[in-house]
């Protein structure tokens, strides 16, 4: 399945935006979905997942009470509420799909995702 992200943009701090991660060619509805972001000289770091019905999420801490990850699996698509948006939440946005299809849990681990979109920017202002 391809991925491609979209939805980011300039905000001002305590803003909100909504990311969508459209997924095409695949059966979209089999994958849990995670999100990381990477800021400028910084590595890749885990935000957010969904499991593959959009029944259990996790959070990294840095974003828990502000994000949300949502699915909507007839439309192929994942998204990503950020509310209460810091200057720190600039970064580049990706979504990914795990190697490990049928896996019981979610992971916030780069490494165990092998299927990346195109990112999409978020730039939070001060």
């Known amino acids: 399945v391809q991925l491609q992200a979209s939805g980011g943009g300039l905000v001002q701090a305590g803003g909100s935006l909504r990311l969508s991660c459209q997924g095409s060619g695949g059966d979209f509805s089999i994958y849990h979905i995670g999100w990381f972001r990477q800021a400028p000289g910084k590595e890749r770091e885990f935000v957010a997942a969904t499991s593959w019905s959009g029944g259990t999420s996790l959070y990294a801490d840095s974003v828990k009470g502000r994000f949300t990850t949502t699915r909507d699996n007839p439309k192929n698509t994942v998204y990503l509420q950020m509310d209460s948006l810091k200057p720190e939440d600039t970064a580049v946005y990706y979504c990914?799909?795990?190697?490990?299809?049928?896996?019981?849990?979610?992971?916030?681990?780069?490494?165990?995702?092998?299927?990346w979109g195109q990112g999409t920017q978020v730039t939070v202002s001060s």
């Open positions: 990914a799909t795990p190697r490990q299809v049928a896996s019981t849990f979610l992971s916030k681990y780069e490494h165990e995702y092998d299927n």
